[in-house]
């Protein structure tokens, strides 16, 4: 059982750079999550999605973009990435509350 | 003001000790209340959930005071492997399942 699947693991972005990041869960949740993590600052909400083919904004949307085409998979994208967007990127998926969360993607913009 | 805000530590303690953490909360309207365990550079994963009538998991306590707006997680008998960061986790009342995460309290246990 995978559970969440995020992938890149690890990925160094020039500033302007374009990326997407794949998270991918095998149980069945509705609700699928992006969050970034920078020190000092806990987990933020990028976007969040209730369902295939819906998305939402959350608190720190601006700069990325997000597409739930299939119920398992929900993309993040940058478009232009910039150095204010290094972090750590967890996706995370929920049947209820709790979320179950992926191991992380650590993206640095130069 | 932070909707959640935690002392974030660290608290460097002998294997053995009871340490505390406390958290308190903004949104009055907060319906449901979690601790997270976050290793170094790891995903967070669900200690336990936060019942009003407080709960008991092995080792760890979780309290909930909602004149206070305030959430606590005592454990007993601190061993190594509790060396984490603990997140206190808050769900805000009509927010579409979201979760609000404070920024983490760092225990070191030390043999």
């Known amino acids: 059982n995978a559970g969440v699947t995020q992938t890149p693991k690890f990925r160094v972005l020039k500033t302007g750079q374009s990326m997407t990041l794949l998270c991918a869960q095998d149980m069945n949740h509705e609700y699928m999550y992006w969050y970034r993590q920078d020190p000092g600052m806990g987990l933020r909400l990028i976007h969040y999605s209730v369902g295939e083919g819906t998305t939402a904004k959350g608190e720190v949307p601006d700069g990325y973009n997000v597409s739930r085409l299939k119920k398992q998979n929900f993309l993040l994208g940058l478009e232009s990435a910039a150095p204010s967007q290094t972090s750590v990127y967890f996706c995370?998926?929920?049947?209820?509350?709790?979320?179950?969360f992926g191991s992380g993607t650590r993206l640095t913009v130069v | 003001r932070k909707e959640v805000e935690q002392d974030p530590g660290p608290f460097n303690v002998p294997e053995g000790a009871t340490v505390a953490f406390n958290c308190t909360y903004s949104?009055?309207?907060?319906?449901?209340f979690f601790w997270y365990r976050q290793d170094c550079r790891k995903e967070p994963k669900l200690l336990m959930s936060v019942y009003s009538s407080g709960n008991e998991d092995g080792r760890f306590t979780a309290q909930l005071n909602r004149a206070s707006q305030y959430i606590s997680l005592l454990i007993r008998d601190s061993k190594l492997s509790d060396s984490a960061t603990y997140l206190c986790v808050v769900n805000p009342s009509g927010s579409a399942r979201q979760l609000t995460f404070g920024s983490g309290t760092q225990l070191t246990v030390l043999p």
């Open positions: 995370a998926s929920s049947p209820s509350i709790g979320h179950a």
């Open positions: 949104n009055s309207a907060s319906q449901s």
